[in-house]
Structure formats: structure tokens, C-alpha cells
């Protein structure tokens, strides 16, 4: 299982938005509404932010959205802020019944 | 709250074991698949097994299987994954995670560090 394609960087000024790209296959995110998304600061654990393409767990904030067209799934920022500097992975389900991720994205704050 | 606490992570040489263990609380350990996640240094993170909740049900990605061996202890709500023949390439920090379903991890312990050099 090859693992998802994501763009290594994204950058943008505090306020804006940006958009994390995920691209997969008919067999993982193009087959299925699996897709979650992952925050991780340096040194620290994983985090859910997205998950079934578009829902947010309880306490995540509104500013994380996700969603999906075809092969390709997608995270956007809003209102881009400090704290929000940290990377980001993508994640599917697959039809071996297995979890891929993506190779990861690093958001930068200018 | 859930916790997940990893341990006996360390130093091994290749084609070296180790055995690393998962100490879960705040939820019905039972109840609920289990993941092993990896992450080499500076690298993405790599799904390594999964385990369901009676421990009936495993599966393993390709790069370790035949090699590694997930297992559970439900009275110790305990998560363990059996390493062996361990190459330098496994070498990463090992995170356990409970999991929403068969496989997607909602959420993740602090993770424990597997160096395999000699």
C-alpha cells in the first residue's frame, strides 16, 4: 500500500486560508468517505482534527475543514493563526481493510 | 480522560526482538480496536497493525508482517506488539492508539522510541 500524496509545505500569513491536498487511489480515498485528517506539533503525539471527510471531533475548532473530490481529499485552515504552525497527515481506510497515511505537510505561519 | 502509555521501547541490535507494551485507561478497553503507528525520525507516520477488541481480529502492514505480532491482555487493558527480526529500517517511535472503529486512530498515546543499530 503506497502511501497517500500530500504537498511537503504550505505557507500563509495569519488570517488567511489555506489548503492541504490529499491524493489516493479507487482503492483508498477515492473508494471511500474514510478520510481523516491528523495534527502533530513537534515532539508531541498526534491529534484527530478530521474525520469521514468532513466532521470535526468535539472540540476542534470550526476554522478545520475537510473535503473530497474524486481520488483527492482536502484540509482547509481558515483564518490561519500561530498555533495552527505544526504538520499535518492525511489517513484512509483501504480495501485491504488497513489505514494508509499521507507523507505529511508542514504548515507554516509567515 | 482515555491515556495511552507505551513502553519498552530501547536499543536492540538488527535481528533483535523487543516487545513493546501499551497500558490503556479511561475507557472500556475491551470494547474497542487497538492500532500500533509508527514514525521514523524526521519521516511521516506508517500504520503498523491493528487488533480487535477481543483480539480475534488482526491485521498487519505488509513491511512487517511475518515479523511482528499484536496482541491484548483485557484484564490488564494492556496493547502489546511482539518484535523480531528487527531491521534498521523499523527503527522509530512506536505510538499506540485506540481506535474509532476497525482502524481509524482517535487517539494516541505519547509513543516510545525503537533504535535498531549495532
Known amino acids: 500500500q503506497s502511501a497517500l500524496t500530500q504537498p511537503a509545505s504550505v505557507s500563509g500569513s495569519p488570517g488567511q486560508s489555506i489548503t492541504i491536498s490529499c491524493t489516493g487511489t479507487s482503492s483508498d480515498v477515492g473508494g471511500y468517505d474514510f478520510v481523516s485528517w491528523y495534527q502533530q506539533h513537534p515532539g508531541k503525539a498526534p491529534k484527530l482534527i478530521i474525520y469521514d471527510v468532513n466532521s470535526r471531533p468535539s472540540g476542534v475548532s470550526n476554522r478545520f475543514s475537510g473535503s473530497k473530490s474524486g481520488y483527492t481529499a482536502s484540509l482547509t485552515i481558515s483564518g490561519l493563526q500561530a498555533e495552527d504552525e505544526a504538520d499535518y497527515y492525511c489517513s484512509s481506510y483501504t480495501s485491504s481493510s488497513t489505514r494508509v497515511f499521507g507523507g505529511g505537510t508542514k504548515v507554516t505561519v509567515l | 480522560q482515555v491515556q495511552l502509555v507505551e513502553s519498552g521501547g530501547g536499543l536492540v541490535k538488527p535481528g533483535g526482538s523487543l516487545r513493546l507494551s501499551c497500558a490503556a485507561s479511561g475507557f472500556t478497553f475491551s470494547d474497542y480496536y487497538m492500532s500500533w503507528i509508527r514514525q521514523a525520525p524526521g519521516k511521516g507516520l506508517e500504520w503498523v497493525s491493528y487488533i480487535s477488541g477481543t483480539g480475534s481480529n488482526t491485521n498487519y502492514a505488509d513491511a512487517v508482517k511475518g515479523r511482528f505480532t499484536v496482541s491484548r491482555d483485557n484484564a490488564r487493558n494492556s496493547l502489546y506488539l511482539q518484535m523480531n527480526s528487527l531491521r534498521a529500517d523499523d527503527m522509530a517511535v512506536y505510538y499506540c492508539?485506540?481506535?474509532?472503529?476497525?482502524?481509524?486512530?482517535?487517539?494516541w498515546g505519547q509513543g516510545t522510541l525503537v533504535t535498531v543499530s549495532s
Open positions: 492508539a485506540k481506535n474509532y472503529g476497525s482502524t481509524r486512530p482517535d487517539y
